[in-house]
C-alpha cells in the first residue's frame, strides 16, 4: 500500500491531495497548523510532528505557503519592500519546507522510489520574470527552488531512487488567492490535486533537483 505523508493538509490543494489519494487507496497522514499545531517556520515543531512518525513514505509533500502575511500584500514596486515582510515570506515559503525536507529524510526508504516535494511558483522562476513585482514572494519561492535543487543532489547519495522537486500547481482558486486571480482562469483545488499527482506518478530518479509546472514540464529556474 501507498504510503503519503501530506504537511499542510488544512489548506485548500493540501486538503484536496489528502482526499485523491485516500481515495485511491494510499495510508495518508495528514498535518497541519490548524489541525496538530505544526509550525514548519519552527525547527522542534518540525522535529517533533516528524520525529513521532514511522516510515517509510512513498511521497511526502510540503504543501504550505502563503502570499499574504501579517497583512503583508506583494508589493508591486521597489518602494514596497519591507524587511519584515520579506522575512516573513522567506521563513514560510522557503524555511519551513526545507526544515521538513531535512527532518524528512529519515522516513523516505533507501531501497525503492519515493518522492519529495513541495509546492513552488512560477513566480519563484528568474528565467520566466517578464513582468517583475512581488518581490518577497518571489524571491522565497526563488531560494525554495535552489533549496530543492541542491538538496536533491545530496539525498541522490544516499537514496539513488529517491525523486526530489519543487512543483508548481498552476493557479489555482483557494482562499491563498482570491484575492489576486483577477480574469487568470484558475483550477479548484481538487483539479490541481489530480494534476500534481499525475505528473509525480510520472517521475522519475533522472528527474530528482528538477522544477516543474502541473502539466509535467520543466520550468525555467
Known amino acids: 500500500m501507498e504510503k503519503a505523508l501530506i504537511i499542510g493538509a488544512s489548506g485548500g490543494i493540501g486538503r484536496a491531495l489528502v482526499a485523491a489519494l485516500s481515495a485511491r487507496g ?15 517556520t519552527d525547527e522542534a515543531s518540525v522535529a517533533a ?34 524587511a519584515r515582510a520579506m522575512m516573513d515570506q522567506f521563513a514560510l515559503n522557503c524555511v519551513g519546507p526545507s526544515l521538513v525536507l531535512k527532518h524528512a529524510v529519515r ?8 518522492v ?36 536533491a543532489i545530496e539525498l541522490a547519495r544516499t537514496h539513488r531512487q529517491a525523486v526530489c522537486v519543487a512543483l508548481h500547481p498552476g493557479t489555482v482558486a483557494t482562499p491563498f488567492t482570491e484575492k489576486y486571480l483577477g480574469r487568470h482562469p484558475a483550477v479548484t483545488p481538487d483539479e490541481a ?29
Open 116 to 151: 519529495f516535494a513541495a509546492l513552488s511558483a512560477r513566480v519563484g522562476s528568474i528565467g520566466d520574470n517578464r513582468f517583475g513585482g512581488w518581490y518577497s514572494y518571489r524571491t522565497a519561492k526563488a531560494a525554495l527552488n535552489q533549496m530543492i535543487h541542491t538538496g
Open 49 to 82: 510532528a516528524l520525529g513521532g512518525l514511522e516510515g517509510p513514505y512513498d511521497l511526502v509533500l510540503v504543501a504550505t505557503g502563503a502570499l499574504e502575511i501579517d497583512g503583508a500584500a506583494p508589493e508591486k514596486s521597489l518602494r514596497q519592500v519591507n
Open 26 to 40: 494510499a495510508a495518508v497522514t495528514a498535518l497541519s497548523r490548524a489541525g496538530d499545531g505544526l509550525d514548519v
Open 107 to 114: 522516513l523516505v526508504p533507501r531501497d525503492r522510489r519515493s
Open 193 to 221: 490535486a489530480a494534476h500534481l499527482l499525475s505528473v509525480i506518478d510520472g517521475l522519475g530518479p533522472e528527474d530528482t533537483g528538477g522544477f516543474f509546472d502541473w502539466k509535467g514540464e520543466r520550468v525555467p529556474w
